[in-house]
C-alpha cells in the first residue's frame, strides 16, 4: 500500500535556527506527479510551503522565499525541505503531500492524493 512517512520535524529558537524535513514515498509507485510540503498552524488553514509540479518546477510560498528549499531525490522517491532562519510564525504541523501513481491493491493502478502523517515544527522567540 502506497503511504508517505515524514521524519526530522523538532524545536528550534528563532535568529538563525535551522530544521530538514524528509518525506519518503513507499509501496508499489509508477510515478510521482507532483510531491511538496503543505502546513497547518493552530486554527488556519492548511497552506502550501513548497512543493515540485507535474512539470518539474517549483513553487514557494512567498512566506518562505529565500529561507527554505525544497529537494528532490526521484530515486529514492524522497523529498526535502531544508529549513533556514526559522520564525515563530513558520510553527506549525508540516505535511508531506504527494500525487502518486501506483498500486492501491494487487491489481488496481490508480492515481491517488496521499498525505503524510505530519511532524511539529515549533520556532520559539
Known amino acids: 500500500q502506497v503511504q508517505l512517512v515524514e521524519s526530522g520535524g523538532g524545536s528550534v529558537q528563532a535568529g538563525g535556527g535551522s530544521l530538514r524535513l524528509s518525506c519518503l514515498a513507499s509501496g508499489r509507485i509508477v510515478s510521482i506527479p507532483t510531491m511538496g510540503w503543505y502546513r497547518q498552524a493552530p486554527g488556519k488553514q492548511r497552506e502550501l510551503v513548497a512543493n515540485f509540479t507535474s512539470g518539474g518546477s517549483t513553487t514557494y510560498s512567498d512566506s518562505v522565499k529565500g529561507r527554505f528549499t525544497i529537494s528532490r531525490d526521484n530515486a529514492k522517491n524522497m523529498v526535502h525541505l531544508q529549513m533556514n532562519n526559522l520564525k515563530p510564525e513558520d510553527t506549525a504541523v508540516y505535511y508531506c503531500?504527494?500525487?502518486?501513481?501506483?498500486?492501491?491493491?494487487?491489481?488496481?493502478?490508480?492515481?491517488?492524493?496521499?498525505w503524510g502523517q505530519g511532524t511539529q515544527v515549533t520556532v520559539s522567540s
Open positions: 503531500n504527494a500525487d502518486i501513481f501506483g498500486y492501491v491493491d494487487a491489481f488496481r493502478l490508480d492515481r491517488r492524493t496521499y
